[in-house]
């Protein structure tokens, strides 16, 4: 199959039902045309905005020092604008291998793991990362909330976990409707983690969408 050059129509569709398998080599084929429509034409700012709240949450610490896990990375969008603001730790995880293949490119990241994401354990230690960043991977047929005690798992206590999204999907995505944010209460009363924010912004993308921002830290 040749590369497609503008986003696979069915890759967002909260109205299709996709296995991971399927979203990944969605992914495989587009990975070289991604940052060109989503980053450039379509001037996503979560990569941004995450990247952001990260090295909000972590206030003074020493960012070089930090080990920072960018979920869904991609072609390492998010990875980028971690590294502009001085994180230098970086591990990257993503289901297709040839998304990571264009992130590898951009020498930023120590470590490239290619896996899916969901309620199956990674290869990665327990309380390893000082931070997560989710980076617009909650989204149609992409992570559901059964990857929360995973990422939970793999960060520090007293470490944060942070989830940019656009705001819309909370309420139009069937993985999400009543689940994805009852997940995170649950998670909280369990005493797993605390949310410490949740941050409606404008302009996701060029369109006029709203984002929002989760940051929970983990107990």
């Known amino acids: 199959m040749s590369a497609e050059k ?31 429509e989503i980053i450039t034409q379509r001037n996503c700012r979560a990569p941004r905005v995450c990247a952001g709240a990260v090295a909000k949450a972590l206030g003074g610490s020493d960012r070089g020092k930090a080990r920072v896990l960018d979920v869904g990375a991609g072609t390492g969008a998010c990875g980028e604008e971690l590294a502009k603001l001085g994180f230098t730790n970086i591990d990257a995880v993503d289901g297709s291998q040839g998304m990571l293949s264009q992130a590898e490119g951009k020498h930023i990241y120590n470590r490239l793991i290619c896996a899916f994401v969901g309620p199956n354990r990674l290869d990665i230690e327990a309380d390893t990362y000082d931070a997560i960043a989710c980076s617009a991977v909650f989204a149609p047929n992409h992570l559901k909330e059964d990857c929360l005690p995973e990422l939970i798992r793999v960060a520090k206590p007293g470490g944060y976990i942070i989830i940019t999204l656009r705001e819309e999907y909370l309420y139009i995505v069937e993985d999400y409707i009543d689940k994805l944010e009852p997940a995170m209460a649950r998670l909280q009363d369990e005493g797993l983690w605390e949310r410490v924010s949740r941050d409606v912004f404008k302009m996701y993308e060029v369109e006029d969408k709203d984002g929002i921002t989760f940051v929970f830290k983990v107990l």
Do not use: I, Q, R
């Open 6 to 36: 503008k986003t696979p129509p069915e890759m967002f569709d909260p109205k299709c039902n996709m296995t991971p398998e399927m979203t990944a080599k969605l992914y495989d084929n587009w990975s070289g045309y991604y940052e060109e």
